[in-house]
T-cell receptor, first 115, second 107 residues
Framework: DAGVTQSPTHLIKTRGQHVTLRCSPI?????VSWYQQVLGQGPQFIFQ???????GRGNFPDRFSARQFPNYSSELNVNALLLGDSALYLC??????????????FGEGSRLTVL | RKEVEQDPGPFNVPEGATVAFNCTYS??????FFWYRQDCRKEPKLLMS???SGNEDGRFTAQLNRASQYISLLIRDSKLSDSATYLC????????FGAGTTVTVRA
């Protein structure tokens, strides 16, 4: 079975541009979360979606937005890119929307560089 | 104060050694705790859950101290393949990751 897939794997943008990152969860998983991981830090929670509804939002500016589609895939959009947005963006899926199991299945990430 | 704090290390140990490190958390209402492993430039993967009574998984032992608000991970008989960054995860309404503790096992 395919794991969590993300695209693109690497991309370079310039300040002020916008970016769309895509994620396909494991088949049967209805919850998708997005994390930002800056070099040397742990993943920081951005959003969680479950059944196409936003279930949680981290401490990120409104430039960050996301959505989940009927097939449970998800997009993360970042507008007006800043240098500090350079990071590895991880998508994670799990079967349900609850957090008690704690097991997230991560994709390999999209590595964004903002110049 | 950060929600989750870890000693970044690095812990540089010889094969066969025992290494242990802690993770502290700030929210006393946190419900669940986990250790994830992240290899260089790879995605994090669940290593083990942390139960209130402590638990083992092979050479790995995890413990929780709710009174002092920390969890720990101990690795016995270290292998070269244990070299990685170990991320502490604390759950309230969301999963919060620590910055990670880097362990390097040398031959």
């Amino acid at each position: 079975d395919a794991g969590v897939t993300q695209s693109p794997t690497h991309l370079i943008k310039t300040r002020g541009q916008h970016v769309t990152l895509r994620c396909s969860p494991i088949s049967g998983h209805k919850s998708v979360s997005w994390y930002q991981q800056v070099l040397g830090q742990g993943p920081q929670f951005i959003f969680q979606y479950y059944e196409k509804e936003e279930r949680g939002r981290g401490n990120f500016p409104d430039r960050f937005s996301a959505r989940q589609f009927p097939n449970y895939s998800s997009e993360l959009n970042v507008n007006a890119l800043l240098l500090g947005d350079s990071a590895l963006y991880l998508c994670a899926s799990r079967r349900t929307g609850g957090t008690n199991t704690g097991e997230l299945f991560f994709g390999e990430g999209s590595r964004l560089t903002v110049l | 104060r950060k929600e989750v704090e870890q000693d970044p290390g690095p812990f540089n140990v010889p094969e066969g050694a025992t290494v242990a490190f802690n993770c502290t958390y700030s929210n006393s209402a946190s419900q669940s705790f986990f250790w994830y492993r992240q290899d260089c430039r790879k995605e994090p993967k669940l290593l083990m859950s942390v139960y209130s009574s402590g638990n083992e998984d092979g050479r790995f032992t995890a413990q929780l101290n709710r009174a002092s608000q920390y969890i720990s991970l101990l690795i016995r008989d270290s292998k070269l393949s244990d070299s990685a960054t170990y991320l502490c995860v604390v759950v309230d309404y969301k999963l919060s990751f620590g910055a990670g503790t880097t362990v390097t096992v040398r031959a």
